[in-house]
């Protein structure tokens, strides 16, 4: 949708979509696409958001908002519990961890997200994202030698990484 927030457009089919959830109260599309142009009302836009999830739980567009909202909130825990319900769903995804640990992260609680960042790694040893992930909170948690390990280890895999090098260099002891 192209138009302004609260334009005619976007009312419109604020109207249209609020009547079809009307009509039919477990359409959960309309709930999704009402939430989503519903975004100048947070409150609203996560109530829609929380009642699609709750009639059709696997859509991960609407965890994905759901969490934004969440971290925004301040809740979290609900945006951890959002991750936690996609490992339910699927032990296997190696993206819930990464973003529960981000979260962690955002909070300042490193051995939670380090946590986080080895599951991933156990489900995927290679996931460049995840031992990037896991050596800066290594690094702001003040465990220089361990960051120095996943950087090493982030190198060996992918060898071309400028940042990644420049990270590496400024944590290993100046010789003299």
């Known amino acids: 949708m192209y138009a302004r927030r609260d334009g005619p457009w976007v009312n419109e089919a604020r109207a249209i979509y609020k009547q079809i959830v009307k009509e039919f109260p477990n359409h959960g599309i309309a709930k999704a696409y009402l939430a989503r142009i519903s975004e100048a009302r947070p409150g609203e836009q996560e109530k829609y958001l ?41 032990p296997y995804d190696v993206m819930a961890h990464l973003e529960a640990g981000q979260i962690y992260e955002s909070q300042g609680l490193w051995d939670k997200a380090l946590e986080r960042y080895g599951a991933a790694l156990r489900i995927s040893p290679e996931n460049n994202t995840a031992i990037l992930a896991a050596a800066n909170a290594c690094v702001s948690a003040g465990r220089n030698e361990e960051a120095i390990a996943f950087l090493t280890q982030s190198l060996a895999i992918r060898p071309n990484q400028p940042d990644a090098s420049k990270r590496l260099r400024s944590l290993r002891p100046k010789e003299k």
């Not at 709750?54 to 567009?61: F, I, M, T």
């Not at 934004?68 to 699927?90: H, P, S, T, W």
Request: glycine residues 10%; charged residues 35%; positive net charge.
């Open 50 to 90: 929380e009642e699609r999830l709750a009639s059709w739980g696997l859509d991960p567009s609407v965890r994905g908002m759901l969490k934004n909202i969440y971290r925004r909130k301040g809740e979290f825990y609900r945006a951890v519990a959002l991750m936690d319900g996609r490992l339910a769903l699927d």
